[in-house]
């Protein structure tokens, strides 16, 4: 589901998979490349990553990536310049939705 009313909070879909989360180091180059990419469109606060658990349990928000931006205005350009651009990590057309504040905030990555 599509969400349209503009929040500070980019939820990004198909820009990593579960395998490339596993490793440490491989974690680490994704989150700095995000972060960079991230921070062309606007004041980037923070980059969320849900990592797979190790146990193979279920981890909400895996395969996603939360953007927190200081304010709406960024997060909307932000929104606008992702949307539909193709990820070099994942090999995918990533899709840039707004997320819930009060959800990205008590930590529900599973929305």
Same mark, same amino acid.
């Given at each position: 589901?599509?969400?349209?009313?503009?929040?500070?909070?980019? /939820?990004?879909?198909?820009?990593?998979? #579960? #395998?490339?989360?596993?490793? #440490?180091?491989?974690?680490?180059?994704?989150?700095?490349?995000?972060?960079?990419?991230?921070?062309?469109? !606007?004041? &980037?606060?923070?980059?969320?990553?849900?990592?797979?658990?190790? +146990?193979?349990?279920?981890?909400?928000?895996?395969? +996603? *990536?939360? &953007?927190?931006?200081?304010? *709406?205005?960024?997060?909307?350009?932000?929104?606008?310049?992702?949307? !539909?651009?193709? /990820?070099? *990590?994942?090999?995918?057309?990533?899709?840039?939705?707004?997320?819930?504040?009060? +959800?990205?905030?008590? !930590?529900?990555? #599973? !929305?």
């Amino acid at each position: 589901m599509q969400r349209l009313i503009p929040t500070r909070i980019i /939820c990004l879909t198909e820009a990593v998979t #579960d #395998d490339q989360l596993t490793d #440490d180091e491989e974690y680490e180059d994704i989150i700095e490349e995000l972060r960079e990419e991230g921070r062309r469109f !606007g004041n &980037l606060v923070n980059v969320v990553v849900p990592r797979p658990n190790r +146990k193979h349990y279920y981890t909400p928000g895996v395969e +996603k *990536v939360f &953007l927190e931006y200081a304010d *709406v205005d960024d997060a909307s350009i932000a929104r606008l310049g992702m949307n !539909g651009r193709f /990820c070099r *990590v994942s090999r995918n057309h990533i899709v840039a939705l707004y997320y819930p504040e009060d +959800k990205y905030a008590q !930590g529900h990555f #599973d !929305g």
